[in-house]
């Protein structure tokens, strides 16, 4: 199978970096094109074997299976300069493009797969939606070449946004909590910022270990640690009359901007 991956950003040379560091595809099976050249390149100078499309549209036709991987109001102009036939598949890496729009607008047949960064480290999930008019064949294709460096899930398109938030957004939002409770450290007990970020990524590296080996759930973990009496009861009491509504507040705003792009997409 010939992969052509649309737009070598964060996510597409993310994708390009999983696909062949996880033994997935071969870099010889791969075509690259980016509107910023340089970004190709710089692609290509890593992996000598890839190759640089010289335009969306040759690259669409000598690949089998294409990703576009641009910001979502980029998936217009990207989608014109196709000419894809039923034997292709289509893959679309962005929450606001429905598969049935997609399906709509092009020949070919069509998936959406929403990585995730973690996937650069062979972990994490990819969310797979598929067309109505996928084949068995490149269901299965995809579905092993993902099994390389994450876990495919399945996903309803009512529910892309959630699940998104958790998989695609959720290492920024928890970076960004684990941010601030390194600075609050620092803060309050004086330690300096680059210890308490040494203490954190350990115990974050041994929480998901606990969690990868399954040997506590998180009410499991949330009991074991709090001891009756201790600390940790007082600092969960004040986590609960701080916290509020930030992660209701958090998903209203994902899905508000996700309603408004998908009203401004036209493909
Ligand atoms: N960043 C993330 O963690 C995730 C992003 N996504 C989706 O991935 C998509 C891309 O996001 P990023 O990679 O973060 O953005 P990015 O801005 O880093 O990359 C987009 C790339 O597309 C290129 N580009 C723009 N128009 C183009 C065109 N007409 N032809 C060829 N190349 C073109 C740009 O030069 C750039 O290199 C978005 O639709 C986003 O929703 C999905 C899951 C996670
Ligand atoms: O910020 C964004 O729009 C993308 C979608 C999922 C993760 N990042």
Redo the contacts with the bound molecule.
Sequence with gaps: MKYGI???????S?LTHAFISSGAVRANNIAI????PA?AQELKNEFSELAIAPS?KELGNTSDIIFI????H?YE??IEDLTLSSSQCLVS???PVSVADLEKAVSSQVVRI????TNRAHAGVSLFTFGDNITEAFKKELLSTFEFFSKPVEIEEEHIRVA?DIV??G??FLGFLIENMIDSAHKIGGISEDKATVLMEEMIIGLAALLDKKIYSFPELIKKVTVKGGVTGEGLVALEENIDDAFLAMYQATHYKHYRDKLSIKL
């Excluded at 094109?33 to 910023?36: D, E, K, L, P, S």
């Design positions: 649309i737009g070598t950003g964060n996510m597409g993310m094109y980016n509107r910023t970004k969306i991987c641009v910001k979502p980029h102009a990207v890496i962005t929450s929403v990585p995730s960064i998104s695609s957004c290492p920024a």
